[in-house]
């Protein structure tokens, strides 16, 4: 998936665009200006009219003013534009030498000049009317984008709170009890031993049968929350994950990152870091992979988090329905305005890469 950052130019001259068409149907005038932008035009279509000679009228042309008059103006502008134009036409038939006026000529274009200008009228107030409700739409639209992406931080927040809430009881409340059960058993491996009791064995088994399952309770309150994050920032929680999975899957994870990351929020925070583990505990399930690399650079008023792996690669065409963690991740990064890019590392592996806006290094504050 390519990230759509490149798209961002463009639509936004598109989106300027879009909003002067808007306004066009609104755009107004001076009255006075109007009025003598219309008379001068009159003026012209009349002398060329009395050049032309009245074997050839020009009725027609003038139909540009009285269309200025009625779209910028008003109908009854446009209808004393077209008195003047009918009046202007005869007295350039009379220049020009007509022998007699036709008056029924002169009373029939009145009556088109004025229907016209009565569409076009009706024309423009239909495409305010609809260039308004537009406008309310969008408006309404934007308040409910903004009403959703404003939920959508909630739940994350929410979600994040429990899945700390979980890790903790799992790390405090379980993670005692386990360690609690682990010494009452090896104090009675202990004593059936001494007794040289053949249970000792059975007592042996039971303690390591309670160690791993106190290894496998640590690994998920890993899973769900990470210390590190709350207390030492992101550059220490992302280490801390490399560490963790090079020690729980027996591959080689390094996190190449700078001390000071300008991230300040504790939300962009979170997700990145979500980001980051959902990528590199893939890549070490199922993607088979030996080497596993997080990186993190700030490049201007960019952040780039990468992480590149060598295992079994990316399908080059993947449907957006499929893969529960590539979907988390994406909306993990859309929940902060980043970029997303999952893709091939070349003839091996895969590169998930996330990309954020971040503010000017002298304007934030870093977290370590």
């Given at each position: 998936m390519q990230a759509p950052g490149d798209?961002?130019?463009?639509?936004s001259r598109l989106d300027s665009i879009m909003a002067n068409l808007r306004n066009f149907p609104a755009f107004r005038v001076s009255r006075k200006a109007l009025v003598v932008v219309c008379l001068f035009l009159v003026a012209i279509v009349g002398y060329i009219d009395y050049l032309t000679g009245y074997e050839?009228?020009?009725?027609?042309?003038?139909?540009?003013?009285?269309?200025?008059?009625a779209w910028f103006g008003s109908l009854l502008t446009a209808l004393g534009i077209?008195?003047?134009?009918?009046?202007?036409?005869?007295?350039?038939?009379?220049?020009a030498g007509i022998p007699a006026l036709g008056f029924w000529n002169a009373g029939m274009a009145f009556v088109s000049y004025a229907l016209f200008a009565a569409l076009l009228s009706k024309l423009r107030t239909l495409v305010g009317e609809l260039d308004r409700r537009v406008q309310e739409r969008t408006v309404a639209l934007q308040r409910e984008v903004a009403e959703r992406q404003r939920l959508d931080q909630e739940i994350a927040q929410v979600?994040?709170?429990?899945?700390?809430?979980?890790?903790?009881d799992l790390h405090d409340r379980l993670g005692q009890h386990l360690t609690g059960t682990a010494l009452a058993a090896q104090v009675l491996k202990e004593k059936l031993a001494a007794k040289s009791?053949?249970?000792?064995?059975?007592?042996?088994?039971?303690?390591?049968?309670?160690?791993?399952?106190?290894d496998l309770t640590r690994n998920l309150a890993r899973g769900f929350f990470s210390p590190e994050l709350e207390a030492d920032g992101l550059g220490v929680a992302l280490e801390g994950l490399a560490e963790y999975i090079s020690e729980r899957f027996g591959i080689n994870c390094i996190?190449?990152?700078?001390?000071?990351?300008p991230v300040r929020d504790s939300?962009?925070?979170?997700?990145?870091?979500?980001?980051?583990?959902?990528?590199?505990?893939?890549a070490a399930k199922h993607a088979a992979a030996e080497q596993i690399d997080?990186?993190?650079?700030?490049?201007?008023?960019?952040?780039?988090?990468?992480?590149?792996?060598?295992?079994?690669?990316?399908?080059?065409?993947?449907?957006?329905?499929?893969?529960?963690?590539?979907?988390?991740?994406?909306?993990?990064?859309?929940?902060?305005?980043?970029?997303?890019?999952?893709?091939?590392?070349?003839?091996?592996?895969?590169?998930?890469?996330?990309?954020?806006?971040?503010?000017?290094?002298?304007?934030?504050?870093?977290?370590?």
């Open positions: 798209t961002i130019p463009r639509r050839r009228p020009l009725l027609l042309f003038y139909l540009l003013p009285i269309s200025l008059a077209a008195v003047i134009s009918i009046a202007v036409s005869l007295l350039s038939d009379v220049a979600a994040d709170r429990e899945r700390r809430r979980l890790g903790q009791a053949p249970e000792a064995t059975e007592a042996e088994k039971l303690v390591h049968y309670v160690e791993e399952g106190i996190f190449h990152g700078e001390e000071l990351i939300v962009v925070v979170t997700q990145l870091y979500r980001i980051a583990q959902e990528a590199a505990m893939n997080i990186r993190v650079f700030v490049d201007g008023p960019e952040l780039t988090l990468a992480i590149e792996d060598d295992g079994v690669g990316f399908p080059d065409k993947l449907s957006d329905s499929k893969g529960l963690g590539l979907r988390l991740m994406r909306h993990g990064a859309a929940l902060i305005g980043a970029t997303l890019s999952v893709q091939r590392n070349g003839r091996k592996g895969t590169i998930a890469t996330c990309k954020l806006k971040v503010p000017n290094h002298s304007e934030s504050n870093f977290v370590i």
